[in-house]
């Protein structure tokens, strides 16, 4: 499986890029510039190790690329993000946005939040995109100076919303591929609307506790991952 990031040089993404390379994925980082893929992508592997596989190119190349999409962009630059790779995600590929539509996109404080007109970011997202494209929402609870930590394991849940369950478990199966990390199914991709606000709320206890990597855990299982049939 190739995994294109698309955002892969900001903190988040360049995170996500290091984490799944050390993993064995392989991995492709997109940026505006060409030049600055590749230049993240070299910094990536030194951090990642030997072996890992991160290029970077441009995010339209990366996106042609690659199996599965993961954007992970300011929401002020999202819709231009995506109009700008809109004709060169693959037939079928998995996009997972981790977008939040936090009101810093407008100078107002990170812990408040904007309402796209289709009612989120990832359902603004799938309006753009080719009706092919199969949209998962994820990624919003998880820090990026977290993710930062390299030599420390992850805590938390992903949680996943999207329309079928086939692509949830194939975003799911890139976050087990992150020591520590679970993935859960969260619904529809409808139940982005809640999802991605609690990027705000994680960034307002992380300011009322001082601290950076606050997350989320679901207790009730051992495990997560995809819903067994209901009898």
Same mark, same amino acid.
């Given at each position: 499986?190739?995994?294109?990031?698309?955002?892969?040089? $900001?903190? !988040?993404?360049?995170?996500? *890029?290091?984490?799944?390379?050390?993993?064995?994925? =392989?991995?492709?980082?997109?940026?505006?510039?060409?030049?600055?893929?590749?230049?993240?992508?070299?910094?990536?592997?030194?951090?990642? #190790?030997?072996?890992?596989?991160?290029?970077?190119?441009?995010? %339209?190349?990366?996106?042609? $690329?690659? =199996? &599965? &999409? /993961?954007?992970?962009?300011?929401?002020?630059?999202?819709?231009? /993000?995506?109009?700008? /790779?809109?004709?060169? &995600?693959?037939?079928?590929?998995?996009?997972?946005?981790?977008?939040?539509?936090?009101?810093?996109?407008? #100078?107002?404080? @990170?812990?408040?939040?904007?309402?796209?007109?289709?009612?989120?970011?990832?359902?603004? *997202?799938?309006?753009?995109?080719?009706?092919?494209?199969?949209?998962? *929402?994820?990624?919003?609870?998880?820090? @990026?100076? @977290?993710?930062?930590?390299?030599?420390?394991?992850?805590?938390?849940?992903?949680?996943?919303?999207?329309? =079928?369950? !086939?692509?949830?478990?194939?975003?799911? %199966?890139?976050? %087990? +591929?992150?020591?520590?990390? +679970?993935? &859960?199914?969260?619904?529809?991709?409808?139940?982005?609307? /809640?999802? %991605?606000?609690?990027?705000?709320?994680?960034?307002?206890?992380?300011?009322?506790? $001082?601290?950076?990597? *606050?997350?989320?855990?679901?207790?009730? +299982?051992?495990?997560?991952?995809?819903?067994?049939?209901?009898?």
């Amino acid at each position: 499986m190739s995994v294109a990031i698309i955002g892969g040089t $900001g903190d !988040e993404g360049f995170g996500l *890029a290091v984490r799944l390379g050390r993993a064995g994925v =392989d991995v492709l980082i997109g940026s505006r510039s060409e030049e600055r893929g590749k230049a993240s992508a070299e910094k990536a592997r030194g951090i990642a #190790g030997a072996g890992a596989s991160i290029e970077g190119t441009s995010n %339209e190349a990366a996106a042609a $690329g690659s =199996d &599965v &999409v /993961i954007v992970t962009v300011p929401f002020a630059g999202q819709a231009e /993000i995506y109009r700008s /790779i809109k004709d060169s &995600v693959p037939q079928g590929a998995v996009v997972c946005d981790a977008t939040s539509p936090l009101a810093s996109a407008i #100078g107002r404080p @990170a812990w408040q939040v904007l309402t796209p007109w289709e009612g989120s970011a990832a359902e603004q *997202a799938k309006a753009i995109l080719p009706s092919h494209a199969r949209m998962v *929402a994820g990624f919003h609870t998880i820090s @990026a100076e @977290a993710l930062h930590q390299f030599d420390l394991s992850m805590e938390g849940d992903v949680l996943l919303c999207g329309a =079928d369950t !086939e692509s949830k478990a194939t975003i799911g %199966e890139l976050v %087990e +591929r992150i020591p520590d990390l +679970r993935w &859960v199914d969260a619904g529809p991709l409808s139940l982005a609307r /809640i999802l %991605e606000r609690l990027t705000a709320l994680m960034i307002s206890v992380n300011r009322a506790y $001082g601290m950076n990597d *606050a997350g989320i855990k679901m207790i009730g +299982r051992d495990t997560w991952g995809t819903p067994s049939p209901r009898p």
